[in-house]
């Protein structure tokens, strides 16, 4: 996935997908912010300090790479915990009233 936003960075990396981000203009996609959402994420994001062309790159290496690809799938778990965490705290709140 070419991400450009945090939370469908942290959505795709969650569905065990390998997210390629660069820097942008604003303080979501500050090199420090992706920095810190790529240790967040456990790896599962690849932050391109040079821009589309190094995106490019690494984008063709994760395709040509099976292997890297189940290793996000398998990162998912990890990196964003089970499914069913909304709904969690849904009954929790509404247990609380």
Not at 9 to 19: D, I, M, P, S, T
């Amino acid at each position: 996935v070419l991400g450009l936003a945090g939370t469908a960075n942290e959505q795709a990396v969650g569905l065990g997908k390998a997210v390629v981000t660069m820097p942008g203009h604003g303080p979501q996609t500050s090199l420090t912010r992706l920095w810190e959402q790529q240790q967040l994420l456990l790896g599962g994001v690849y932050v391109m300090e040079y821009g589309p062309c190094e995106a490019a790159e690494k984008i063709k290496q994760i395709l040509l790479q099976p292997s890297l690809q189940e290793w996000h799938q398998q990162l998912a778990q990890r990196a964003m915990g089970l499914p069913g965490a909304a709904l969690r705290m849904a009954q929790r709140i509404l247990s609380m009233s």
